[in-house]
């Protein structure tokens, strides 16, 4: 992210030093703990492997490194790896080593996500070996290198949720409450002292008109999109049950074209509901849950008819056009990290989407935190 | 299809009893059934070490799986009863506890998707039953249930020889009393097809989805009456269960509890 882009920032809090680890630290001491636990794992298939049992194997390598990890971290106060890299393992509000349930769900989160990778990759592999070697077999090969291509999603979501966290908190530390700290910071680490740590974990985006929303809020409030259209929600249904029903018997030709004849009708009916929603009020149903607003940039107004089904029609097909995920993944990148936080549907509507001007700040943030629990309504 | 991620109910309490289930479940498929399960061993065996594994795989089937025909006449498969008609297979157990299969049933999968599928349900619908009801009511509920659903895909096929197993009427049982406890519960779902998204959408279109796709399955083994049966017994149990004042009792406690934690209250 360039330094002085559009939009003004409000000056930064002071960043985070205190309790917060090192990422090259960090990065030698997985390194460490990966060669460990390849040898671990090796150790594991030649003791207990059975050739005709790949589920078993697959469970009892992630078991021996979910005990390697847990069992070090709740005794050590760290992995070997960390340890010798000068880290430590802490609970939040806890002195001393993390408890054993807590030292536990991190390293059961994180050695799944590390061992899906190259699961995937296997099997992927797998597929298409064995469709090379059956000619019967070619829509194998299709699925096996889908599996091939997302094998590296687990390693992304691991390494995403580590290096976008400000105190590098991934999903092992949040799935277990712990921080990854120097070894030297001997102190308690207090959730109240951790900036962030419940909501809003960046410093707020100030424009003229209102605060930005956060891009995760704006997520969840897609998620919630349904959720007071009922006849939309059974719209779906009917759709999903067509793309399911083979209605021409086996012929494959003729179920790709009910599959894409549902996608196309849900997209059409999705871009014209869309339309309508925020051209006349500004938001759709999640939108209004999460306390958020779509508005022009000039003034505080749903933007026009026609810049509203540009929006929509980007932000359809996006979303359901997996040709264009990766599109959807700037966008997503460009909500978290742009200064005004618009992504590409924002551009082609010429829209912002804000923190609704006309809620408290203390209620939008009760709404934010009701999306982020999963609970409204 | 959809496939259910979470449902939007604030959790209170570790769900202890589900988890336990899913690790029950899990640890059977891998550990105690033989390896034929692990890759669907097929029935043109070539080699002789895959003619064992078919052979295990079948015996074990038999044994623990429930046989519609063998309940019925109280008679094992393997002495021939008169009233048990279609293919079986060739390794048939000779000592077998008829009764007892009703219960082992339910702890057995067929494969690994067949296993997953049905545990994703489990926790997704599962924890927020166990919430309400207490624990010792939703396992008697699951497991019972589990036992009545099976009874009743008997009843409707009382000569089949062909084994049921898997956890899906007792999933079914928990669905259906979901349904009843968390009426307006929505669940985070992907729906596959009709282009793949991401949404919340009420458990009941879930569960429509879910019971309606069924007969869409190419897969021969699908036994829809034993859903209907354990979605119907979900209902009546979690109706009889919720008079219970304990229950009620917990289920206003947590309804408060939830709205306090997201700040309703203030």
Redesign the interface.
């Known amino acids: 992210m360039a330094p002085g882009g559009a939009g003004r920032r409000p000056p930064q809090p002071p960043a985070v030093t205190g309790p917060v680890a090192s990422k090259g630290l960090r990065a030698a001491a997985r390194a460490i703990d990966s060669i460990a636990g390849v040898v671990l794992g090796a150790a594991v298939l030649v003791a207990f492997g059975d050739a005709y049992r790949l589920w078993t194997d697959a469970f009892l390598v992630w078991l021996a490194l979910s005990l390697y990890e847990a069992l070090t971290t709740g005794w050590l106060g760290a992995t070997p790896g960390k340890r010798l890299c000068g880290l430590r393992v802490a609970e939040l509000d806890r002195l001393g080593a993390p408890s054993a349930a807590a030292a536990w769900r991190r390293a059961a989160t994180s050695s799944l996500l590390l061992l899906l990778t190259p699961l995937l990759a296997l099997a992927g592999t797998l597929a298409i070996a064995a469709s090379s070697a059956d000619p019967d077999r070619r829509e194998l090969a299709v699925v096996g290198g889908l599996v091939l291509a997302s094998s590296f999603v687990p390693w992304a979501i691991w390494l995403a949720s580590i290096l976008g966290d400000p105190l590098g908190r991934g999903v092992g530390d949040r799935a277990g409450t712990t921080i990854v700290t120097a070894d030297r910071y001997r102190g308690v680490v207090a959730i109240r002292d951790l900036p962030g740590f419940a909501d809003a974990v960046r410093p707020p985006r100030l424009l003229r008109l209102g605060r930005v929303a956060d891009a995760d809020v704006r997520f969840r409030a897609r998620l919630r999109r349904l959720d007071d259209a009922p006849v939309l929600g059974a719209a779906i249904g009917l759709l999903a049950l067509a793309a399911s029903v083979p209605l021409a018997g086996d012929d494959p030709r003729s179920v790709r074209l009910v599959v894409l004849a549902s996608s196309v009708a849900w997209i059409v009916l999705f871009v014209v509901v869309e339309t309508r929603q925020v051209a006349a009020t500004g938001r759709t149903r999640g939108h209004e849950l999460a306390g958020l607003v779509i508005s022009r940039r000039d003034r505080l107004a749903p933007p026009s008819t026609g810049r509203s089904f540009a929006r929509a029609l980007v932000l359809a097909l996006m979303a359901y056009v997996p040709l264009l995920w990766p599109l959807l993944g700037a966008s997503l990148l460009m909500m978290r990290l742009g200064a005004a936080g618009r992504g590409l549907h924002d551009l082609a509507g010429g829209t912002v989407v804000l923190a609704d001007p006309a809620l408290s700040p203390e209620a939008q943030r009760q709404r934010s935190m009701r999306m982020r629990l999963g609970r409204v309504g | ?2 496939i259910p991620i ?1 449902d ?3 959790r209170a309490v570790v769900p202890w009893v589900t988890l336990a289930l899913v690790v029950a479940n ?1 640890v059977i ?3 105690v059934q033989p ?1 034929g399960f ?2 669907g061993a097929s029935e043109d065996a070539v080699d002789q ?1 895959q003619t064992w ?1 078919l052979r295990d795989r079948d015996e074990f089937l038999y044994r623990y799986g429930t046989v519609p025909c063998e309940v019925v006449a109280r008679q094992a498969l393997a002495d021939d009863p008169a009233d048990c008609v279609g293919p079986r297979s060739d390794f048939l157990p000779d000592d077998k506890a008829i009764l007892l299969s009703l219960l082992t049933a339910i702890f057995l999968h067929a494969s ?1 998707d067949h296993l997953a599928g049905n545990l994703l349900f489990l926790w997704v619908f599962g924890a927020h039953v166990e919430q309400r009801l207490g624990r010792a009511n939703f396992l008697g509920l699951y497991v019972g249930g589990g036992v009545l659903a099976s009874l009743a895909f008997v009843a409707l096929h009382q000569r089949s020889a062909e084994p049921l197993i898997g956890a899906s009427g007792a999933i079914a049982v928990a669905m259906g009393a979901y349904l009843v406890l968390v009426p ?1 519960g ?1 669940v ?1 779902t992907v ?12 458990a009941a ?1 879930v569960l ?2 879910f019971f ?2 069924q007969f ?1 399955i190419d897969d021969e083994g699908v036994a829809w009456e034993a859903h209907a049966a354990g979605m119907l017994i979900g209902i009546a149990g979690a109706l009889v269960l919720s008079r219970i004042p304990a229950v009620r009792e917990r289920g206003r406690q947590q309804e408060l509890d ?1 709205d306090l ?3 309703r209250e ?1």
């Open positions: 299809m959809a979470r939007d109910r604030s899990v498929f891998l550990f390896s692990q890759f070490q594994q690994i307006r929505r985070l729906i596959v097809s009709a282009a793949l998204q991401v949404v919340y959408v009420p279109v429509a989805l309606v796709t869409f939830a934690r997201v700040g203030f």
